[in-house]
């Protein structure tokens, strides 16, 4: 990939590797992926080529994931190249949701201030304590769907940083995949009682570190176009936007009633 920063198809080859789905199946323009419904991204297609018969290829993933019972869902960049697919979605009813920016700074860029006062955890796998507390922010659903975002975390070497209060509770954990000399920060996530206390700064400046010994060349990183606060913690660490996505999900066909 070389050794400057990535270009905006680069970063969707990079967010498929780092975020693998557990079930996939490349038809050559369109790679469609499945994992119990755990996670947009890892149920989604990532059309990575224009499709010549765009009505075809829709008729064909429909299929496919309603024999997995999964709504059928895009996740589509904002570039020139998906116009024709974002005609055709639009054309279908399509709705537009969870608008994200990809942003993005070189090893070299500025390094995060952090307070330094508490030391980052770092690990090559997530234990339980991890898991706990990102899936209690982010996580949808129970034991069984913990399980399966667990195959997704680990299916990509990756670091894990936590980082406890003073009392020895976890605070704020992140996860940092290691791509083809890139690292791609995922997983911020600081419990309700301990945000705005410079935990998530601290987790960040650790990964980024770390990666840095690691030979990382560059960084990047995943963010709501809704979630100001995190975008103005990455800025100060340098990150910039790169492009955006939205997801693309069909609407659900309402049912006949005998009324």
Same mark, same amino acid.
């Given at each position: ?53 765009? *009505?075809? $290829?829709?008729? @064909?993933? /429909? ?8 709504? &059928?869902?895009?996740? !589509?960049? +904002? ?62 659903? *129970?034991? $069984?769907?913990? @399980?399966? /975002? ?8 990756? &670091?894990?940083?936590? !980082?406890? +209060? ?79 996505? &939205? ?13």
């Amino acid at each position: 990939m070389g050794y400057g920063l990535p270009g905006l198809h680069d970063f969707e080859t990079l967010m498929d590797a780092a975020w693998p789905s557990i079930e996939r199946h490349d038809t050559g323009e369109w790679v469609l992926r499945a994992a119990e419904g755990v996670t947009q991204r890892a149920n989604s297609v990532w059309p990575r080529t224009s499709a010549q018969a765009p *009505g075809d $290829a829709l008729r @064909e993933a /429909a299929q496919w994931y309603r024999e997995r019972r999964l709504p &059928l869902i895009f996740q !589509v960049t +904002d570039a020139p190249a998906n116009g024709a697919l974002n005609d055709v979605l639009d054309g279908h009813g399509f709705t537009r949701q969870s608008e994200t920016l990809i942003m993005v700074r070189s090893a070299a860029a500025a390094r995060v201030p952090a307070r330094g006062a508490v030391p980052v955890e770092i690990t090559d796998r997530p234990d339980d304590e991890w898991l706990a507390l990102w899936w209690s922010v982010d996580g949808r659903g *129970g034991g $069984a769907e913990l @399980e399966t /975002a667990r195959a997704i975390l680990t299916g990509c070497p990756s &670091l894990y940083a936590l !980082v406890r +209060d003073d009392d020895g509770r976890p605070a704020a954990v992140g996860r940092l995949a290691l791509v083809d000399e890139t690292g791609g920060i995922y997983c911020m996530a600081t419990s309700p009682s301990h945000r705005r206390r410079g935990y998530a700064s601290e987790v960040l400046q650790a990964l980024l570190s770390e990666g840095n010994t690691r030979g990382i060349k560059s960084f990047w990183l995943l963010v709501t176009a809704a979630n100001e606060a995190a975008q103005q913690l990455y800025a100060r660490a340098g990150f910039t936007e790169s492009g955006r996505y &939205l997801y693309r999900q069909q609407r659900p066909r309402r049912a006949l009633t005998g009324c």
